[in-house]
């Protein structure tokens, strides 16, 4: 574009004018429309349930807040596991009042079972899943609860809740579905279109990989995140059954093919960055000399379109070919092991930018002509771990607060103790799902406290004084609704808005009938907040979760991966280790307090495991290949499992010494096995260098 | 047909039974239109699909209020 220097006035004036409205459209027009959306739903769902005469239409209003998302994947997503979990707690809530309504203690103890099983649950299973365990439990609150003095009427109310929670659903997803709908596989072809232009950019700077600083603050959290969000968003759009098979499995294959491309450059920076230090300038200089056609490459493709991509393709796949053939000569023989292994990955980097850059033209295409040039019949397998003591720990205290507020309302006799524990139950299955639960649990008691002064103000002024029917209620209540609307579009305020929706619609009068009084209100409001306050204690006392133990629980895991490597199947793929190992940290990062010293480490940990590890299946393929019996190589890879099965310094110098023993007679035998030295190699480099391996050292936590 | 049915002992509305078997109409027509690529040819998909089960859904229940 030309400077506005010289041009007219009013014409750069209207290209201004033209641009903000555009980056209005662009950043601010969707936060309105879901404002509006969220809004519309909301009311529809209050006139549907109030001319239905249902109980409590609040129920209908306070579901479409929860299951409203941007996307209507989400809200579909979203929506069946809230049906899921409403039914699975509606009939739990009815097994237990036929069974134990006569027995207080037998009640408590499977109350207490049912509502560790659900926070357990709640941690291990990802996504909306998740959310259908919190529902299953904290449903058995607010059914069984309330009628523990009047078991007969548990079927009343089991209906009227499900019947609540159905016509909200049913008002969200057809609002989001209907108003403006937004797709999420739109979304997905954005973000992987920004994902591709940043590995292009990267891979094409040489200086992000010769001579880089020791960034500290990598981003840890996104180099996982990245990948385990993708897939949770790819998980979601199967409910869009506008988003085709096909489309699904291409997401699901580029975010593979980025996950190992990513692994590789990352494992070839850092060891590039340890050869650096290391190693003579030869070696640096070689390794350049090899990288430099490869980013010449990527640099002479001006921009994307057709054939641009052509283009580059077909200079990749030559220079593929070609990088195979480079020997370097001028080469120090210790050094030559370290050259080799870097080498190595840098034919690596070139091979799977080549494959991922196939995909995502082919999905492209795809997208834009509906044509498929590349038949995808296999199906990914993304694998996620959670540590059970994450696990054990939250059941432990989502049964320890039921516990503990029971004994609260059993030992005051307070008649609105049942608030306090559903309260407090509710935070413990919903925010134990969220990062950083502590702070989400103040965050919550802020939107609380807010909420009820909100509801305050409405209960005693606004609705007496302004409302006569239900179309003036609708009125009068669409700038909170909004207000909420917008702060759930706020990733910041989730705890926020969680609080604030939550004690909003239970304290507010939108009822068939005006029956609030300020006494009631009262004692309601301090039992919830109680509530909030019993799991926020929870969340301090029950959170021995410490630095060193989460760093060693993933050392402990990541060994694991590598000693199982040893005699895993062959056909493992390697797609369902990498992302087992992305997923492991992302639960840690966010449940398990890692600081950033530490998850930085993490990340070295899980980067050496994978190359390890891929090193290791790719020695036993060519093995197999070859049908050689290679008693050298067995013995390695023996020496590699004891030395991680257990971490000591001599089992570390005798598996140093096998390899360097292996390689030597490997090198003058015949050409076939340079696979092998160039893996073997590498897992020595690996070994050498500062980059650590996932081995837990007392000092690294300080 | 009458307003109310018995299943299993429990009494409830006729439209509740309706309403599952239309729901899972629904679903299996909709992915047979995805399948097919129909929707490419269609306007506003959301609306299509709202439209669509509404008919389905009217259909048995004007038959039982007629």
């Known amino acids: ?702 | 047909m009458p307003l109310d049915i018995t299943l299993y002992g429990i009494q409830m509305p006729t439209l509740l039974p309706i309403f599952v078997i239309v729901a899972i109409l629904q679903v299996t027509v909709d992915s047979i239109i995805a399948e097919t690529g129909l929707y490419r040819h269609v306007w506003h998909p959301g609306l299509f699909k709202v439209a669509l089960f509404v008919c389905f859904f009217t259909l048995p229940c004007l038959y039982i209020y007629h």
């Open chain 1, 1 to 702: 574009m030309l400077p506005s220097k010289v041009m007219p006035s009013s014409q750069s004036l209207a290209i201004s004018v033209k641009n903000t409205f555009e980056e209005w459209l662009v950043k601010d027009a969707p936060t309105l429309i879901y404002m509006a959306k969220a809004t519309i739903a909301a009311l529809l769902a209050m006139f549907v349930s109030m001319t239905l005469t249902l109980a409590d239409p609040r129920t209908a209003m306070f579901t479409t807040f929860i299951v409203m998302q941007p996307q209507s994947g989400l809200v579909f997503s979203k929506s069946y596991y809230r049906v899921l979990g409403t039914i699975a707690g509606v009939i739990m809530s009815v097994l237990m009042i036929g069974a134990f309504a006569q027995e207080p203690k037998l009640f408590i103890f499977f109350f207490a079972i049912w509502i560790g099983i659900t926070t357990a649950a709640g941690v291990k299973y990802r996504n909306f899943q998740s959310y259908g365990f919190v529902l299953a439990g904290y449903t058995l609150c607010i059914v069984a609860l309330p009628v523990i003095e009047q078991p007969m009427e548990i079927f009343q109310i089991a209906t009227s809740r499900f019947s609540e929670v159905m016509v909200g659903i049913l008002c969200a997803t057809v609002v989001s579905e209907v108003l403006f709908p937004r797709k999420l596989s739109d979304s997905l072809l954005s973000s992987e279109r920004e994902r591709f232009e940043n590995v292009f950019a990267s891979l094409g700077n040489i200086s992000s990989l010769f001579g880089a600083q020791d960034t500290k603050d990598v981003d840890v959290v996104k180099f996982s995140s990245g990948v385990v969000g993708v897939h949770a968003i790819a998980v979601n759009s199967v409910f869009e059954s506008a988003t085709d098979k096909r489309n699904r499995l291409y997401l699901e294959q580029l975010n593979l093919e980025f996950m190992h491309l990513s692994t590789t450059f990352h494992s070839l920076k850092n060891i590039i960055r340890d050869i650096e230090l290391r190693a003579s300038a030869s070696t640096v200089d070689a390794l350049k000399e090899l990288y430099t056609p490869f980013a010449k490459v990527l640099q002479s493709i001006p921009k994307f379109n057709d054939a641009g991509f052509v283009d580059m393709l077909n200079q990749l796949k030559e220079l593929k070919e070609s990088t195979h053939s480079q020997v370097p000569i001028n080469l120090k023989s210790d050094e030559y092991d370290t050259f080799n292994s870097a080498a190595y990955l840098v034919t690596r980097v070139v091979e799977e930018y080549f494959i991922y850059a196939n995909s995502y033209y082919a999905y492209i295409k795809l997208k834009s002509s509906g044509k498929v040039s590349k038949e995808l019949t296999r199906v990914v397998r993304f694998k996620t771990h959670t540590d059970n003591v994450l696990v054990a720990l939250a059941a432990l205290r989502g049964s320890g607060v039921l516990l503990v507020t029971m004994a609260f309302w059993l030992l005051s006799g307070w008649k609105y103790g049942t608030l306090t524990i559903t309260m407090s139950v509710v935070i413990g299955l919903l925010i134990g799902t969220l990062p950083r639960p502590l702070d989400a649990v103040m965050n919550f008691l802020k939107g609380a406290v807010s909420a009820a002064f909100v509801a305050a103000l409405y209960d005693f002024y606004i609705v007496p004084e302004y409302t006569t029917d239900v179309y003036t209620l609708g009125l009068v209540i669409i700038p909170v609704f909004a207000f909420v609307g917008w702060m759930t579009t706020r990733p910041k305020w989730t705890g926020f808005s969680l609080g604030f929706v939550f004690l909003f619609f239970s304290q507010s009068s939108f009822d068939l009938y005006y029956k609030i009084d300020p006494t009631t209100f009262m004692e309601t409001t301090i039992a919830s907040l109680l509530g909030v306050s019993f799991a926020g204690a929870a969340y301090i006392l029950v959170n021995f979760w410490s630095c060193s133990l989460s760093q060693r629980r993933v050392a402990k895991v990541l060994r694991g991966q590598i000693v199982y490597l040893c005699n895993a199947p062959l056909n493992l793929q390697r797609g369902s280790l990498e992302s087992l190992g992305r997923d492991m940290i992302q639960q840690f990062s966010t449940q398990g307090r890692l600081n950033n010293r530490s998850s930085r480490l993490v990340y070295e940990w899980l980067l050496t495991t994978l190359e390890i590890g891929g090193a290791i299946m790719r020695i036993r393929k060519n093995l197999n290949r070859l049908e050689a019996e290679c008693k050298l190589v067995d013995q390695t890879l023996e020496a590699i499992k004891e030395y991680f099965q257990t971490p000591t310094e001599a089992l570390k110098q005798t598996l140093l010494d096998s390899l360097e023993s292996t390689i030597k007679s490997l090198h003058v035998k015949q050409k076939e096995e340079i696979h092998i030295i160039a893996q073997l190699s590498l897992i020595k480099t690996i070994l050498l260098s500062r980059v650590s391996i996932p081995v837990f050292k007392e000092d690294s936590c300080r």
